[in-house]
């Protein structure tokens, strides 16, 4: 079935720096979406990317789709306190299956240092 | 413009009891998804469900699980006879067809913790 991992699983960075998560596909998607859940809280819509080699940002984070729609990445510049979080991608898988299901990576949880 | 809801927010239950979660989807949304999170992991898809009738239920375990979405009223996933192991966070996500849109959305899910 497909699967999608996500690296790394742990970052630790200093207010201010910069922050990259990644994320692979063993399938080619339809689609991918970005999630960030807060401890205790539930996975709060952040993204979804479309096209081949689509980049979108939204303030100082930047979305990207790989040119083969396998791979995706989110960065984020001058990471914030507020930043704080566990970053999931979802993948949709664009083989004409179920593409209804999403395959969540097991994310990446972001601690920044103030 | 009420989002997804869910409840209880929490449940506590002993084993061999039973849990009931439910979970109303946005207005004007028939579709939903049940979810599951264990703990440090990405949610898994567990049941897929339209008005009365169950769509996929591929990641839903064969025994002692079962998701309804009445005509009228929320969805249900009930799980008979909870062991330890079914201490997780389910959360539910609506769509008002098979165009997806608005599909992403999740209630601030369950956290079930079994004793």
């Known amino acids: 079935g497909q699967q999608v991992m996500q690296i790394p699983q742990y970052q630790h960075v200093q207010e201010g720096e910069d922050f990259t998560t990644y994320c692979n596909s063993s399938t080619t998607l339809s689609n991918i979406q970005w999630y960030k859940q807060r401890p205790g809280g539930h996975p709060v819509f952040l993204i979804q990317?479309?096209?081949?080699?689509e980049v979108k940002k939204q303030k100082r984070l930047t979305f990207q789709f790989g040119e083969a729609k396998k791979n995706s990445s989110l960065h984020i510049t001058a990471t914030q306190t507020t930043d704080v979080g566990t970053y999931f991608c979802?993948?949709?898988?664009?083989?004409?299956?179920?593409?209804?299901?999403?395959?969540f990576g097991k994310g990446t949880l972001l601690t920044v240092n103030p | 413009n009420a989002g997804v809801m869910q409840n209880p927010r929490h449940l506590v239950r002993r084993r061999g009891q039973e849990a009931r979660l439910r979970c109303s989807p946005m207005k004007g949304h028939s579709h939903v998804y049940w979810y599951r999170q264990l703990p440090e992991e990405g949610l898994k898809f567990m049941v897929y469900l339209q008005k009365e009738n169950i769509i996929d239920e591929s990641g839903m375990p064969k025994e002692r699980f079962s998701a309804e979405f009445p005509k009228e009223g929320p969805s249900i996933l009930r799980i008979q006879q909870v062991v330890r192991g079914d201490s997780a966070a389910y959360f539910c996500a609506s769509s008002p067809g098979l165009a997806l849109e608005n599909y992403g959305f999740f209630g601030p899910g369950t956290r079930l913790t079994v004793l």
């Open positions: 990317l479309v096209k081949s080699g």
């Open positions: 979802a993948g949709r898988d664009g083989s004409g299956g179920s593409n209804y299901k999403l395959t």
